[in-house]
């Protein structure tokens, strides 16, 4: 077991046992009203709870059930309306990539480059995104196991990149089924980096709704309740104001009027056990 390395972010830290950091917004950018809006949002209840901030939101959802389903604006428009949430309000974001080709031009505007969980084994992408020199996070994917991981920080190492991040996300169990594993959390971050736990699509039915997939959102606080007692060091929701309308992952998202109780909760959680107590 390797000691933890802290990934620093202007003044977040991942790794802090004391506290953790929210990643969370809409799945895909639905378009830029839409964006803006969530981010203030979200971005105020997380500021009225000293909780460091970064806003998510897919400028290209590409693995999607159905060749019909809504993938977003694509990588210029999607990446010039992240820059606005930056500038705006004044916070980081994070978006996946998903071919070698965007990596640089990514880099550009995220601050936080994610492996989509599907692509987590691909090493020419990994490889690229670590060239960047922007934080990475790899989501594990479904199929992986925590140990194996180890082989996916080796290529950005190799690449010469430290500042990676590991996602936990459920892995698969039999068909159109998760399961969360929390024995994960402290495994991977034994592997010497902060881990991240996704309590939206861990709660996910692949392919659940035939042509789409479909979700048990009423599972998303009690797995994030655990994820944080088991000692993660950042949450990752996506969270929209009507998932009933949302155009990607609506029944694994989170509704923003429950996102300020569910925080206050998981503070709680953690001020009264730290990670390592």
């Known amino acids: ?35 803006l809006r969530h ?8 500021r009225s709870l000293e909780i460091p901030y970064i806003f998510k939101a897919s400028y290209d959802k590409a693995n999607r059930t159905s060749i019909d389903s809504f993938r977003g604006p694509g ?49 020419d992408l990994v490889v690229a995104a670590a060239k960047t020199g922007k934080i990475v996070n790899v989501k594990k994917g479904q199929f992986v196991s925590p140990w194996d991981m180890i082989h996916v920080i080796h290529k950005i190492e ?12 459920g892995a698969s169990f039999g068909y159109s089924n998760l399961v969360s594993d929390f024995r994960s959390v402290p495994i991977m971050r034994g592997l010497g980096y902060p881990v991240i736990f996704d309590a939206t699509h861990s709660v ?15 599972f998303i606080p009690t797995l994030a309740r ?9 949450i990752f929701l996506e969270v929209h104001e009507n998932p009933a ?7 694994n998202s989170l509704k923003l009027s429950m996102l300020k109780d569910l925080l206050a909760v998981l503070k709680e959680i ?8």
């Not at 944080?228 to 060091?233: F, L, P, S």
């Not at 953690?270 to 107590?277: D, F, I, K, Q, W």
């Open 158 to 169: 190799a690449a010469g990149s430290q500042k990676i991040l590991l996602t936990e996300r």
């Open 75 to 123: 990588l210029k428009e999607g990446l010039r309306i992240l820059k606005r949430v930056k500038d705006e309000f004044l916070i980081p974001v994070l978006s996946d990539v998903h071919s070698v080709e965007e990596a640089n031009e990514a880099a550009a505007v995220l601050d936080i480059i994610q492996i989509p969980a599907f692509l987590c084994r691909q090493t």
């Open 1 to 35: 077991m390797k000691a933890l390395r802290k990934i620093k972010l202007g003044e977040i830290v991942f790794g802090d046992p004391n506290g953790f950091v929210l990643i969370a917004g809409p799945c895909v950018i639905e378009g830029e009203k839409e964006v």
């Open 245 to 251: 309308k949302a155009k990607s992952d609506g029944p």
């Open 270 to 277: 953690r001020e009264a056990a730290p990670v390592g107590s």
């Open 226 to 234: 655990c994820a944080v007692a088991a000692g993660v060091d950042a």
């Open 39 to 46: 981010a203030e949002k979200i971005a105020a209840i997380a």
């Open 204 to 218: 996910q039915i692949p392919g659940g709704l035939g042509n789409a997939s479909g979700g048990q959102s009423e």
